[in-house]
């Protein structure tokens, strides 16, 4: 470095860098989904009250009507009728939704989404009365799957939907898909080292070289989202099956594979995301602040600095010094990738 030259700094007071360093092993669970699993949509109408004067107008009847329906089939006396003259401005009518996964079970709490379905001013402060919501229970049955009470919050004044707790009345549970003896794991986020190292794992599971070698191999990468597995002829009872399946997902260990080298900017929350082995290759970076020389090495300058190659080794030497003001980090790195000398891919979101 030139004499005279202020060493280059960097300073990360408000801006947040962060590593993505490589993965330990993973369960097979944890990256995949088995085909046939699947979100279920659920719903209802339902009626929330409480809005002291923001509910539904005498214009929209159907408040009104689910209101007497209500109050006469809680009521004790089988011949009780609500009197004709009830005014229902504290209450709306609302659509009551919610998606829940296939895996979830019974108590589970979930969150639903509530929609004022006529013309009632606002749901703030309102509270939903007991709504039982419908889908699909997963035997191609439609029943009662959930039931939600409770408080609605919303995001301010005059918000017309709002959000409330809801429990799980069943376990939601559908069997994987099975094809001539196989079934297929689908990636959460496709890759074909990935999808690989997932069937290569599969493969070398000690229990299914124990207990099935004449079957062996059993997975295979079919694309970079999807791996299939061929269940042995000796797992492929009904009673086997879901044991075996469950066995692979939650003890099967995947090393996943170095991810690809990229850096993602976000201007907005000065966010820097660093993935994979991003290298600088050999360049001079001269500013009317400093001088910094990256040789593309590990070696040491005759100074005694480092000369990295790795961008977040530079990055981590850079932090010891406060010479640069935390905002030049982006401007640096777009131009490495400008010059060509930036060992990667870059993206940056405004």
Same mark, same amino acid.
Request: aromatic content about 4%; some cysteine.
């Given at each position: 470095?030139?004499? @005279?030259?202020?060493?280059?700094?960097?300073?990360?007071?408000?801006?947040?860098?962060?590593?993505?360093?490589?993965?330990?092993?993973?369960?097979?669970?944890?990256?995949? %989904?088995?085909?046939?699993?699947?979100?279920?949509?659920?719903?209802?109408? !339902?009626?929330? @009250?409480?809005?002291?004067?923001?509910?539904?107008?005498?214009?929209?009847?159907?408040?009104?009507?689910?209101?007497?329906?209500?109050?006469?089939?809680?009521?004790?006396?089988?011949?009780?009728?609500?009197?004709?003259?009830?005014?229902?401005?504290?209450?709306?009518?609302?659509?009551?939704?919610?998606?829940?996964?296939?895996?979830?079970?019974?108590?589970?709490?979930?969150?639903?989404?509530?929609?004022?379905?006529?013309?009632?001013?606002?749901?703030?402060?309102?509270?939903?009365?007991?709504?039982?919501?419908?889908?699909?229970? !997963?035997? !191609?049955?439609?029943?009662?799957?959930?039931?939600?009470?409770?408080?609605?919050?919303?995001?301010?004044?005059?918000?017309?939907?709002?959000?409330?707790?809801?429990?799980?009345?069943?376990?939601?549970?559908?069997?994987?898909?099975?094809?001539?003896?196989?079934?297929?794991?689908?990636?959460?986020?496709?890759?074909?080292?990935?999808?690989?190292?997932?069937?290569?794992?599969?493969?070398?599971?000690?229990?299914?070289?124990?207990?099935?070698?004449?079957?062996?191999?059993?997975?295979?990468?079919?694309?970079?989202?999807?791996?299939?597995?061929?269940?042995?002829?000796?797992?492929?009872?009904?009673?086997?099956?879901?044991?075996?399946?469950?066995?692979?997902?939650?003890?099967?260990?995947?090393?996943?594979?170095?991810?690809?080298?990229?850096?993602?900017?976000?201007?907005?929350?000065?966010?820097?995301?660093?993935?994979?082995?991003?290298?600088?290759?050999?360049?001079?970076?001269?500013?009317?602040?400093?001088?910094?020389?990256? %040789?593309?090495?590990?070696?040491?300058?005759?100074?005694?600095?480092?000369?990295?190659?790795?961008?977040?080794?530079?990055? %981590?030497?850079?932090?010891?010094?406060?010479?640069?003001?935390?905002?030049?980090?982006?401007?640096?790195?777009?131009?490495?990738?400008?010059?060509?000398?930036?060992?990667?891919?870059?993206?940056?979101?405004?």
């Amino acid at each position: 470095m030139a004499s @005279g030259t202020r060493q280059f700094g960097w300073l990360l007071l408000g801006a947040i860098v962060l590593f993505a360093t490589p993965a330990s092993a993973q369960r097979v669970m944890d990256l995949v %989904r088995v085909e046939g699993s699947r979100n279920h949509n659920l719903m209802a109408h !339902g009626l929330v @009250g409480g809005l002291a004067g923001k509910g539904d107008s005498a214009k929209s009847p159907l408040a009104r009507e689910m209101l007497i329906s209500a109050l006469e089939h809680l009521s004790d006396n089988p011949d009780y009728r609500v009197p004709e003259n009830i005014v229902a401005k504290n209450v709306a009518a609302v659509l009551v939704t919610a998606e829940i996964s296939s895996e979830m079970k019974s108590g589970s709490t979930i969150t639903v989404r509530v929609s004022s379905i006529e013309d009632a001013s606002s749901l703030e402060g309102g509270v939903l009365y007991w709504t039982h919501l419908h889908g699909d229970d !997963g035997a !191609g049955d439609r029943r009662f799957l959930a039931r939600a009470q409770g408080p609605i919050v919303t995001e301010g004044r005059g918000a017309r939907t709002g959000t409330c707790q809801a429990v799980l009345l069943a376990d939601i549970d559908i069997p994987p898909r099975v094809e001539k003896g196989r079934i297929r794991l689908h990636l959460d986020h496709p890759d074909l080292a990935t999808a690989s190292a997932i069937a290569r794992a599969i493969n070398q599971f000690p229990w299914l070289q124990k207990n099935a070698p004449g079957d062996l191999p059993i997975a295979s990468a079919e694309s970079a989202g999807t791996v299939r597995v061929k269940i042995p002829l000796t797992q492929q009872s009904e009673e086997r099956l879901t044991a075996f399946i469950s066995r692979l997902l939650s003890e099967v260990q995947v090393q996943r594979a170095e991810p690809e080298a990229k850096v993602v900017i976000q201007r907005a929350s000065g966010r820097v995301f660093i993935t994979g082995q991003v290298r600088v290759s050999p360049v001079t970076v001269l500013t009317p602040q400093f001088e910094l020389e990256l %040789r593309g090495t590990d070696a040491t300058r005759p100074d005694g600095s480092p000369a990295y190659d790795l961008l977040i080794d530079v990055l %981590r030497y850079l932090e010891q010094s406060e010479e640069v003001e935390q905002t030049d980090w982006a401007e640096i790195i777009e131009g490495l990738a400008q010059a060509g000398v930036l060992i990667g891919k870059l993206e940056v979101q405004e």
